[in-house]
């Protein structure tokens, strides 16, 4: 699972972190932490992880007057096979890049239409795999997103240092949980995280008003192989 959150103003991210923190610690008993740090019991209590994401979003639009957006790549891995797809299937750093590429396609058509510029923030990693996305995004991205690039290159920074990874992480997590609930459902429009996924899409669908005037409809959520999206057509939901 990969996912990029989308903020108006650099200047929201402190904002929204706050509110992230105060909202953890109501509902976690404790600020804000990447989802895998976060205690079982959490991760399990679906009400308490729906509750949490509906009052994050109406509380962040409260304070910032701007929805909390984001895009992300369900990579299906059942369907992604060595011999179709070697590099997909064995090289770690080559699904990341493949899975930014999906998303700045979306970002990139968004940002144009808006006439806006955007930093890229990315979560810092391994270093095979930061060279490698840095090497990928400048050489790859532009030719499969097709337009004016208007984002800056990855900048890697440690969660320390922009706390809004938390968050980004977080939600990473679980989106990538309710993606798991719905695979072991038997991908059923009825699964155990589906009042979570239901909370979540708010984040991913939405409608925007450009600069023009012209609504744009903004759907984040994607999934690959695309060939195979009717597999994962009840979990997308789309609006």
Request: proline share 6%.
């Amino acid at each position: 699972m990969t996912l990029m959150l989308l903020i108006k103003e650099e200047t929201h991210a402190p904002i929204i972190v706050n509110v992230a923190n105060q909202l953890s610690i109501q509902f976690f008993r404790h600020p804000l932490r990447k989802w895998n740090s976060l205690e079982g019991k959490h991760k399990r209590d679906v009400k308490v992880l729906k509750d949490f994401v509906e009052k994050l979003r109406q509380q962040i639009f409260s304070a910032v007057n701007f929805s909390l957006l984001a895009t992300a790549v369900l990579m299906d891995k059942r369907f992604i096979k060595q011999e179709q797809s070697p590099k997909l299937y064995n090289d770690p750093a080559f699904r990341m890049g493949w899975c930014y590429g999906l998303m700045l396609k979306r970002v990139g058509r968004l940002l144009e239409m808006a006439e806006r510029n955007a930093q890229w923030i990315v979560d810092r990693n391994s270093e095979p795999l930061m060279r490698n996305l840095t090497i990928y995004s400048t050489s790859h991205i532009p030719t499969i997103a097709g337009f004016i690039r208007r984002y800056s290159s990855p900048q890697f920074c440690s969660p320390k240092d922009q706390p809004i990874l938390i968050l980004s992480d977080f939600m990473a997590g679980l989106t990538r949980r309710c993606f798991e609930s719905f695979l072991q459902s038997g991908t059923t429009y009825s699964f155990t995280y589906q009042p979570v996924r239901d909370k979540l899409k708010g984040i991913f669908y939405a409608s925007l008003k450009l600069p023009s005037g012209r609504q744009w409809k903004w759907e984040g959520l994607l999934y690959w192989p695309v060939e195979r999206i009717n597999q994962a057509k009840p979990f997308l939901a789309y609006p």
